[in-house]
């Protein structure tokens, strides 16, 4: 009997070591394969936000993806508003969808914040959508392609490689892993009605539960059951705000729902308090600002709302397919004013969010938040006080293996290291530069502890072999250290991750690019170096207030028949020369020459024509060679180069062209240089860069009412200022959002295509006279009366967006329209300067003045400008610099120190003999032009 127990309990004495050894070695392989989880996540990811939350669940850079505005945005503390997208895909018809969404960006612009539209595309959640990928969204909605996607649908979405609008809670879901902290929207989900018996209550709930995303609307959506939903949310732990000087929270389309909120705030700067508290404080939960709509037209929606619901129930409508049905019955019941209701509502959250954005942004810099990444948080420097009762397990044998400390959860603490870390080989968080290693000194760096949680004093020593090996390879210590120092862990006791900090964030390399990261890398490393050469350059022109020129920088190869004009299909014998050109470029060296030398942001490859173009920058700016310190040298791309074959009049024939480089003149690049923009007496810039740069100059320019002058360089690009600054769908949305665009010189072609798209954008009527005047063949020989009246009709349509426009006409000369000044001052009454800065001014206020009167008549002056003296065609070398000699001349002048006491006609005056010289010679600006030579 003895022995059968000895026997019986030496079998549950191994029983028991031998459950405990499988205990230890599956927690030990769950640590490992977290371990090689994060390390090999894209260094670029940062581990926690600015609130020291962690972020080793933000998903890979193969399924999520934030613009580079965005993450540069966020890099240097600037705010930004996310947007959804299922008002695209499914909230409101076309073409209302984009038109809004174009609108709301617009809005979010113009307070100073970045816009952050959230969609699915091939797959991919995407933070930051551009305009072309907006569009395409709204395509896959016409063609019913787009999903409505919730959380629940993330995963069947992007496993599918589908396109789709983002909902409440899944924008905020992707706004959270960018570390977006304020999303804006039209209105909530909620519990719906009868929501007690059939459990219908929206996602969007318990998402603000668990995500510290702060979300401004209108309220709930009104044909949900708005008090339940209130007590839905007070469950969640989400705090319900109301906007302004009432109490009760808004119902979408009525400012008032009859139901308290939980807390009423007046000010924006209140809002942005709060926020930053709950950041500060860590919760995991969001919380919703309501904001009651601004008009009474959405009152009047009640009934059609009603009725709606009725008809859905008698149509076995139901689920996600009830609030667009309703929304769409309901803009029909109500003859378009639930529409107009719902988009006046969805503008008044976006500037009301902006502004909060921009207060959250600017605690956050101040109190060492998001956006200054060398001043973590106190909580992401690990000062969370650890629990007096928290009991650390470390393995005993053998001495050579790692011992981490570890809190009572088992799950990752946070350490901090000292500003002079004496441990080299950790991330500088000061370098802007995610994944560069460094040496010696260190701002404090957040790192990550591998622990444990035994319940025995000792493991045997593979189960502590097994434990070794799940830190990375490369971060393991190779010997053991001297005892730490008090207060903080040995960096050679942890496993090691890379913190890259926000001012690191750049976007993934895409699936279909391998190399793009390490191209990326490569530009960055040669930015950095370049600025740090011309470190003294770059202060200079800071300093200097000078105007900036945007654009191309073009080696020119030009061919003109010397015999007869050019025929197809035939060798046509010409004289071809090699020069410099470019838009930019030309006007840059034109107003140089002129004496009034402006900052050059442009780029230029890394092959042997960059020298050249570079060299004969420097040959004309003397000693203003600062100039050109916003010429970007470009990583393994090839310099701008365009090919022109003329006709013997020098009129352009065609033209073949690499504009790659351009491209790289990207937002990224502008953002280095937002001083220079908005301390500016001008911007000039051409329609060579894209659309996202453009409008990234106009929104800089629109916060300090800089004067923009927009010069197209053809018909294909001229429409693109439109594109850039996202038309709406109305006059007054278009308006709102171009009007930036103080003064723009296209061609008579070039007007015709702007005109064109413009109407088209805000689909108003089109009279007979205007209607001709567009579809009128402008490359057809005509007399100056017929181009005169052409110019009137296209620019009168083009006057609620343009304060100033300088068509120019060839032969016979410059049309100038621009708005009528107080007083009806003429040409030779006031200076262009003058009329710029007024023109600047205004249009950011108050731009109902230029609009057609009642009867029809134009609001603008007109003025024709001949040319000085009559040109023999056979005496024109080229034409091609013409223009841009002309722009560069009246720009010089207007700055000049006589600049003020110049008229409207005698600047344009003064261009057209600038103009006029460069028909000589076969150079784009004629070596000899000064204002000397034009005076």
Known sequence: MAADVIILFLCMLFLHRFCLLRLARVRCGALRTAAVRRSHRPKHLCPVDSAGRDLSTRPSAAVFRVSEEVQDALATGKPVVALETAIVTHGMPEPHNVDVAHMVEGRVRAEGSVPATVGLLDGKVVVGLTAQELKLLAAASRERRARKVSRRDLAVAIAEKAAGGTTVSATMMAAHWAGIHVFVTGGIGGVHRDGENSLDVSADL?????????????????????????????TQGVPTITFGEQKNFPAFFAPDSGFAASTHLSTVSACGRVINSSLELGLESGLVIGVPIPSEEGKAV???????????????VAGRDVTPFVLQRVNEL????????????????ATIGSQIAREVSQLRSSNGGGGHP??????????????????????????????????????????????????????????????HVTQGNSPPLEYVNATTQGTASSIDADIAAEFENLVPREYRAEQRHPPPAPGFTPPHQTTRRYHATAAARRAPPSAESPGAEEEEDAQRKLDREFLRRRDADFQRSVDARCPVVIGAAVVDVVAKPTDADIQLRLTNNCSVSTSFGGVGRNIFEAMSRCGQPPLFISSVGSDESQSSVLSHIDSFLGQ????????????????????????????????IGNFDVVQRISPSWLRRFEKHLQSAPIVVLDGNLTGEAIGCVLSACQQSQTPVWFEPTCTVKAAKVYSALSTGATAGAVAAVSGSVTIASPNLAELQTMARVYTDATGGGVGEQLRSALAHDVSSLMSAEVKASLCRELCDALSPVHPCLLV??????????????????GDDDVSLKQCLQAYAQQQHTDMSHATSRGDGSSTMDYALYNLPTP?????????SGAGDSFVGAVVASMLSDGGDRLSVSECMRLGLRAARTSLAVSEAINPALSLDTVL
């Open 871 to 879: 040109v023999d065609v056979d005496s024109i070398v080229s034409v």
């Open 302 to 316: 009640d009934a059609a709302i009603h009725q709606a619901l009725q008809e859905a129930k008698a149509a076995d």
């Open 206 to 234: 318990t998402e603000l539960g668990r995500t510290p995303v702060a979300v401004v609307c209108a309220g709930c959506k009104s044909i949900l059951d708005i008090g339940r939903t209130l007590e839905y949310l007070e």
């Open 624 to 655: 203003s060679k600062w100039c050109s310190v916003g010429v970007r040298p470009c990583h393994q791309q090839s310099t701008a180069t365009y090919m022109a074959v003329l006709q013997r009049d020098g009129e352009l024939f065609t033209g």
């Open 334 to 349: 109500s003859s378009g004013k639930s529409l107009a209701a719902n988009i006046e509502l969805i503008k008044n959250n």
């Open 374 to 435: 060398s001043t973590p948080s106190p909580r992401s420097l690990g000062t969370t006080p650890t629990p007096p009762n928290a009991h650390v397990h470390q393995f005993s044998p053998p001495s050579s293996h790692i011992s981490p400390p570890s809190d009572t959860s088992g799950r990752m603490t946070f350490g901090s290291l000292p500003p002079s870390s004496p441990f080299p080989g950790f991330v500088d968080g000061a370098s802007g530069e995610g994944g």
């Open 808 to 825: 120019t006409l060839g032969e016979h000369g410059v049309m100038m329209a621009r708005w009528r000044l107080a007083g009806h001052l």
